[in-house]
């Protein structure tokens, strides 16, 4: 589909309408941004908002994905051509969704399969800092992936939600694989700072995950 002409389409139809930007997203409920997005093609509506949008703009779907007002007569054939689009782009995101679980499986295992490395080098110390951060890093990139987000809010929204639970998660294999590894437990009251680390990072994370929201609302 022709994310240009649908976006020049909507702007089209909104103005005829007598609506500004910042109107036509209080009536759907995203923010003005989101409508600049649509109308200058870098976006397209989500599925939910579809059909709200339509009948605001008072078009049809049909419509709406072709870019364009339709007649009658052009109707079948407009309809078959959005119906192949849209196989044609579910195709394409089924491929992609399943590349990207596979990625975000991997970065899994990685995280687990580096955290329990560096259990295995008899320095228990050896979380500080990098590990922690790499560990946080690649548990929430496959939280992502795994997420099948895509645009940058939805993303920011999934960060928001897992960095956090991934944080303590972290923390608590960090916890249980120095309890379990350390051969001497003199040490281990030594190194529980370093479990928090991941939690430590995982908050700041989010704080600026949280005003990159913000500022994009």
Request: proline content about 2%.
């Amino acid at each position: 589909m022709n994310q240009i002409k649908i976006g020049n389409f909507i702007a089209e139809v909104r103005k005829q309408q007598h609506m500004t930007q910042r109107e036509l997203a209080e009536k759907i409920g995203v923010s003005d941004k989101t409508i600049s997005k649509w109308e200058t093609g870098k976006s397209m509506p989500e599925l939910g908002y579809l059909q709200q949008l339509c009948e605001i703009l008072q078009i049809n779907v049909n419509e709406l994905l072709s870019g364009e007002r339709l007649s009658g007569d052009d109707y079948p054939r407009k309809a078959e051509e959005t119906i192949m689009a849209l196989m044609k782009d579910n195709e394409t995101n089924k491929k992609k969704n399943i590349r990207d679980m596979i990625i975000g499986i991997v970065l899994a295992v990685a995280a687990f399969a580096f955290m329990f490395a560096m259990t295995q080098s008899g320095n228990p110390t050896y979380y500080v800092d990098m590990g922690s951060f790499a560990v946080v890093a690649l548990l929430s990139g496959a939280a992502v992936l795994l997420s099948g987000k895509r645009n940058l809010v939805g993303v920011l929204n999934v960060l928001k939600e897992v960095l956090v639970p991934v944080g303590m998660v972290g923390t608590l294999i960090s916890f249980v694989m120095i309890m379990a590894t350390a051969s001497d437990y003199s040490a281990v009251y030594h190194n529980l700072s370093v479990c928090a680390l991941s939690v430590l990072y995982a908050v700041i994370a989010k704080i600026v995950v949280v005003i990159m929201l913000e500022k994009r609302q």
